[in-house]
């Protein structure tokens, strides 16, 4: 089974633009969609990003998801970030019968 | 709009069973499959069970395979995690979720129930 793996943390200033990154150990990062899902605290996760790239509605038009093929990743970026984008964000993807979360990644709004 | 609500988390004692429910409204239930995903406090996502729309094809992870398992009844639009054997380390919020359609990921969560293990 593959891993993917997130940073533990990510910060920026309010209205700045952070990225989250998600690398796929083995396999293809194109073989099975990605998504992405955010945590407030003590809540429970929701859908921000799907298939990659597409926001659900409801979701702001800061936040955008992407592959790289060529570091076999995946990224979420978050622009004109606030005070209220500070949660924990976990990438996930299939293969295997198994549906893989990566380790999360707390952002933080300075 | 699509609402997930589970119930039944307990405080139960290590070899102890139990059973979780997940209510289902706002969409076609039977036409989705559904997964049971957990979270130890403090620590990330683990999938744990998936059942198909019919009810006819399940899954489990190897951390829970033998112990736990997972049905539906679209008549009542809710899907169920039988929880035996239970151990320590399967303390943990667990969430309903509802698939995207496709097997890839999910798009809706409930909002959780709490099971604690311990004697």
């Known amino acids: 089974n593959f891993v993917l793996t997130q940073p533990r943390s990510v910060s920026g200033s309010p209205g700045k633009t952070v990225t989250i990154s998600c690398t796929r150990s083995s396999g293809l990062i194109a073989s099975n969609s990605v998504q992405w899902y955010q945590q407030r605290p003590g809540s429970a996760p929701i859908t921000v990003i799907s298939e990659n790239n597409q926001r659900p509605s409801g979701v702001p038009d800061r936040f955008s998801g992407s592959i790289d093929i060529s570091s076999n990743s995946a990224s979420l970026t978050v622009s004109g970030l606030k005070t209220e984008d500070e949660a924990d964000y976990y990438c996930q993807s299939y293969g295997n019968n198994n549906w893989v979360f990566g380790g999360g990644t707390t952002l933080t709004a300075l | 709009e699509v609402q997930l609500v589970e119930s039944g988390g307990v405080v139960v004692q290590p070899g102890g069973s139990l059973r979780l429910s997940c209510a289902a409204s706002?969409?076609?239930?039977?036409?989705?499959?559904m997964h049971w995903v957990r979270q130890v406090q403090g620590k990330g996502l683990e999938w744990v069970s998936l059942i198909g729309g019919s009810g006819d094809f399940t899954d489990y992870s190897d951390s829970v395979k033998g112990r736990l398992t997972i049905s539906r009844d679209n008549n009542q639009n809710s899907v169920f995690l039988q929880m035996n054997s239970l151990r320590t380390e399967d303390t943990a919020f667990y969430y309903c979720a509802k698939d995207r359609g496709d097997y890839t990921g999910f798009d809706y969560w409930g909002q959780g129930t709490l099971v604690t293990v311990s004697s």
């Open positions: 706002g969409f076609t239930f039977r036409k989705y499959t």
